[in-house]
């Protein structure tokens, strides 16, 4: 299903975009379709890495604290 947008663009980008699409033969509605879905998949990768970093962060403390009582379990082990 298609939903129908009214949309205002830069005259600049919009000239640029129409010299492509001469070029490509491409239909503008296709053009715009897969632009964002371009930039739409390029944002969720970003969010993604972010959500990542934020979570690696957040699980580091967690294992250096696991580490720690390990060393700790292994010294007494050894009777050091």
Known sequence: ?????SLKINEEIFEETETILKKMHMP?????????????????????KKQFAEESRMVSKNSLEINREFEDMEDEIMGL
């Open 28 to 48: 503008r509605n296709s053009y715009i379709n897969r632009a964002i879905a371009f930039y739409n998949t390029a944002m969720k990768r970003r969010m993604l």
């Open 1 to 5: 299903m298609s939903k129908a947008i």
